[in-house]
């Protein structure tokens, strides 16, 4: 079964503040993404990344992907009340052809 | 504007009364699947759709039917609710970009059955 860990769970920091946020399997992926998931909402892509050890930067958001196509993490530079909501990974694709969901990080930004 | 759409964004509804969730996308994508997130347990695919006529279980189909007679829309059936499926449920289409895949997600439909 392939599945998805993201940690923490929980990140509570204030407004300016640095983080990362991870994304682990054993299993090697194709691709892996990260959304965004804002309460009341669905969640909304934000960055694909396929080959190992790519890098993509959104604004202040820097994704990386892991050499061996297992993991991922994204970091937030000088975070902002905006950037508060549910980060979700996924990973693709499954065995059948489905996209494997992390449990999210959710992120609470203080002002 | 490119976009999934489901109706309704919230039902309250009583065991055993059969219902539907709408789903409807404008992007002509093949791909279509409904999940249901739930706290501590994330987003659970149900079922999904492959292209018109095709439709496959998921993770968690036990309660739920599906049917995709058009590309464009996919409703999520449930003949005998039962509290267990109070949930947040989200319609989903995709898109093969030639590397990966891009899902783009409807805004939910917040179901209470009790």
């Known amino acids: 079964t392939q599945l998805l860990e993201q940690s923490p769970q929980f990140l509570s920091i204030q407004e300016g503040e640095n983080l990362t946020v991870y994304c682990n399997s054993s299993?090697?992926?194709?691709?892996l993404q990260w959304y965004r998931q804002e309460p009341g909402e669905g969640p909304v892509l934000l960055v694909t990344v396929v080959t190992g050890g790519e890098v993509k930067k959104l604004k202040r958001l820097t994704f990386q992907f892991g050499d061996a196509r297992k993991d991922s993490s994204l970091h937030i530079t000088a975070a902002q009340t905006g950037d508060t909501g549910l980060y979700l990974c996924?990973?693709?694709?499954?065995?059948?052809?489905?996209?494997?969901f992390g449990k999210g990080t959710k992120l609470s930004v203080k002002p | 504007e490119a976009q999934v759409t489901q109706n309704p964004r919230y039902l309250i509804t009583v065991t055993g009364k059969k219902l539907t969730v709408t789903c409807s996308q404008n992007?002509?994508?093949?791909?279509m699947s409904w999940y249901r997130q739930d706290p501590g347990l994330g987003l659970r695919q149900i079922y999904y759709?492959?292209?018109?006529?095709?439709?496959d279980k998921g993770d968690v189909p036990e309660g739920y039917k599906v049917s995709r007679k058009e590309k464009r829309n996919f409703p999520l059936i449930l003949e005998s609710p039962s509290p267990n499926q109070t949930s947040l449920y989200f319609c989903?289409?995709?898109?093969?970009?030639?590397?990966?895949?891009?899902?783009?997600f409807g805004p939910g439909t917040r179901l209470t059955v009790t």
């Open positions: 996924a990973g693709g694709p499954g065995s059948q052809g489905n996209l494997i």
């Open positions: 759709s492959m292209n018109v006529e095709v439709t």
């Open positions: 992007m002509n994508h093949e791909y």
């Open positions: 299993s090697v992926f194709s691709s």
């Open positions: 989903a289409s995709r898109l093969w970009t030639g590397g990966s895949y891009e899902q783009y």
